[in-house]
């Protein structure tokens, strides 16, 4: 339920926020509530991806990218996450959402959101999403376009382009295991 709340307040008041540029950072001032704990009463390692979303709402919203997109019948949607924890966030602390975008490739966009609490990056939560259509995947390059163009990727940084191809090699390992038991089924 507080995730509900959270992005209805990202919706109400991204205007207030001012705009950013394709490529600005999205700062979110944000507490660790009681529905944001485990067991070990910090933070939930699954939470860190939802709060992440939150940030690419409000990037995706104050830079106009998400409004153009929807409107041409594009919905954003996650392809692979990854989450680095170097220390924990406690019951009630506030921390600072950083949100941006890191760049592009021909089909993928890459999003990097960082929690960071008295200047240390607690966590880093990286992800590759995409823009789909009724057709399809909409490459990167025709988004930016839409929003104006002019905008060009910034050189991706070596491990980003390096866990993206490890996420390439266990999507298709996954897709051969698929294959693999299909046939399997069919042989019966």
Same mark, same amino acid.
């Given at each position: 339920?507080?995730?509900?709340?959270?992005?209805?307040?990202?919706?109400?008041?991204?205007?207030?926020?001012?705009?950013?540029?394709?490529?600005?950072?999205?700062?979110?001032?944000?507490?660790?509530?009681?529905?944001?704990?485990?067991?070990?009463?910090?933070?939930?390692?699954?939470?860190? %991806?939802?709060?992440?979303?939150? #940030?690419?709402?409000?990037?995706?919203?104050?830079?106009?990218?998400?409004?153009?997109?929807?409107?041409?019948?594009?919905? +954003?949607?996650? #392809?692979?996450?990854?989450?680095? %924890?170097?220390?924990?966030?406690?019951? %009630?602390?506030?921390?600072?959402?950083?949100?941006?975008?890191?760049?592009?490739?021909?089909?993928?966009?890459?999003?990097?959101?960082? %929690?960071?609490?008295?200047?240390?990056?607690?966590?880093?939560?990286?992800?590759?999403?995409?823009?789909?259509?009724?057709? #399809? +995947?909409?490459?990167?390059?025709?988004?930016?376009?839409?929003?104006?163009?002019?905008?060009?990727?910034?050189?991706?940084?070596?491990?980003?382009?390096?866990?993206?191809?490890?996420?390439?090699?266990?999507?298709?390992?996954?897709?051969?295991?698929?294959?693999?038991?299909?046939?399997?089924?069919?042989?019966?």
């Amino acid at each position: 339920m507080m995730m509900l709340w959270r992005s209805l307040w990202i919706w109400l008041s991204f205007r207030w926020r001012g705009r950013l540029a394709v490529l600005d950072t999205s700062r979110l001032a944000l507490r660790v509530w009681p529905g944001d704990l485990d067991m070990n009463l910090h933070m939930n390692n699954g939470r860190y %991806f939802s709060v992440a979303d939150l #940030g690419r709402l409000d990037l995706g919203l104050r830079s106009g990218v998400w409004w153009k997109a929807l409107r041409r019948g594009w919905r +954003p949607v996650a #392809g692979d996450s990854d989450a680095r %924890f170097s220390s924990s966030l406690q019951p %009630f602390q506030t921390y600072e959402l950083q949100s941006r975008l890191l760049g592009w490739d021909q089909k993928w966009t890459y999003g990097e959101h960082r %929690f960071v609490r008295d200047g240390r990056v607690c966590a880093l939560v990286l992800v590759r999403y995409l823009f789909v259509s009724s057709k #399809g +995947p909409v490459p990167p390059a025709k988004i930016m376009e839409a929003c104006g163009g002019g905008e060009q990727t910034p050189t991706l940084p070596e491990w980003v382009l390096r866990w993206s191809e490890n996420q390439d090699r266990i999507s298709a390992m996954l897709k051969a295991e698929h294959a693999a038991a299909a046939a399997g089924n069919d042989a019966v």
